[in-house]
């Protein structure tokens, strides 16, 4: 497995990952992944298994509160539970302490077990809660997640 910085050659493949659990039109995700790979405070990076995009994670840095905010952390369904995720937070960890990030936070769709998981395994630690955060019922009610870092 590698794990690499995403470019713009692996948009296809990280919107037709993401399509797997979104209700957005690939174009929809593909654009808003192509304008984050062009953006410097955008982090993207891809998992590669046998050179084949299995999954990725992206983050926006927010200068304003020293923070990073994962806004995406997208696995094939063909390859979960492999180690993939927690190698792609790791990452994202790590670009966090380079660009000297008090915490790095996220939300989760409550019913994510899975996902409430990794984070938690990860030294990440619940810090809210908030009913009918998302637009959709079925997405509904949102975990918040923070990891701070020590520097």
């Known amino acids: 497995m590698i794990v690499r910085e995403a470019t713009k050659r692996d948009v296809r493949a990280c919107a037709t990952i993401e399509k797997q659990e979104s209700g957005e039109s690939i174009e929809i995700i593909e654009n808003e992944i192509e304008n984050q790979i062009g953006d410097e405070n955008h982090f993207i990076f891809v998992a590669e298994e046998d050179k084949r995009v299995v999954g990725y994670i992206s983050a926006e840095w927010q200068k304003w509160n020293i923070s990073l905010y994962i806004d995406s952390l997208y696995i094939d369904k063909n390859y979960r539970f492999k180690g ?68």
Do not use: C, H, P, T
């Open 84 to 151: 993939y995720g927690s190698k792609l937070l790791k990452q994202m960890i790590r670009k966090s302490r380079e660009v000297k990030s008090k915490k790095v936070f996220v939300d989760v769709e409550a019913g994510n077990r899975n996902a409430i998981i990794l984070y938690l395994k990860n030294r990440f630690e619940i810090n809210g809660y908030i009913q009918d955060f998302y637009r959709s019922k079925e997405e509904g009610d949102a975990v918040f997640l923070v990891l701070y870092n020590k520097y």
